[in-house]
């Protein structure tokens, strides 16, 4: 799993912060995900939604490309 935040996201700050939510909601959801490569992009509206709304849009692309068991 490779997370990437592009300095479009911001200073330093942001982009860790980015890159943090994705890996919280990776290992909060690990058990669901089938094996494999996956490279997640943080987009700038990801640190203006609240955690329960990124949880959501974490799922709903991981189904969208079939990660989910």
Not at 11 to 26: M, P
Not at 40 to 63: F, I, N
Request: charged fraction near 25%; aromatic fraction near 8%.
């Amino acid at each position: 799993m490779g997370f990437v935040a592009s300095k479009k996201m911001g200073n330093a700050v942001h982009r860790n912060r980015a890159k943090r939510l994705l890996r919280a909601h990776f290992i909060e959801n690990i058990d669901l995900i089938s094996s494999g490569s996956y490279v997640l992009v943080a987009k700038p509206s990801l640190l203006r939604e609240d955690y329960l709304q990124t949880r959501k849009s974490y799922l709903h692309a991981l189904k969208k490309c079939t990660a989910l068991t």
